[in-house]
């Protein structure tokens, strides 16, 4: 699967953002979704993650009840909406995916998913 996320840019602190990511091929459905981000000078860490269904999310600490992620399977894309940003979520935005035999798994560690996509920029000036 190709992963192509956009929806970057500059805002203000405060300000809200939606980031997209659209993939590419016929099993969307069966992929695991997440974000991560990396800010500079940073490794990159974890922001986000959503199971096949839909039903099961989970997010770091940092940013729960800010951010919401979501899907929808019918346009293989997946969806980051940032409220309340910080300076500190400036950093490159990635989604990535893996192929999961289960409806509910999700999972926080960058090396258990195997499609990337590109990388967004996201700017938050104070």
């Known amino acids: 699967v190709q992963l192509q996320a956009s929806g970057g840019g500059s805002v203000q602190a405060g300000g809200s953002l939606r980031l997209s990511c659209a993939a590419s091929g016929r099993t969307f459905s069966t992929f695991v979704l997440g974000w991560f981000r990396q800010a500079p000078g940073k490794e990159r860490e974890f922001v986000a993650t959503i199971s096949r269904s839909g039903g099961t999310t989970y997010y770091a600490d940092s940013v729960k009840g800010r951010f919401t992620i979501s899907r929808d399977n019918a346009k293989n894309t997946v969806y980051l909406q940032m409220n309340s940003l910080k300076p500190e979520d400036t950093a490159v935005y990635y989604c990535?995916?893996?192929?999961?035999?289960?409806?509910?798994?999700?999972?926080?560690?960058?090396?258990?998913?195997?499609?990337w996509g590109q990388g967004t920029l996201v700017t938050v000036s104070s």
């Open positions: 990535a995916a893996f192929s999961s035999a289960s409806v509910s798994y999700t999972a926080r560690s960058e090396g258990t998913y195997n499609y």
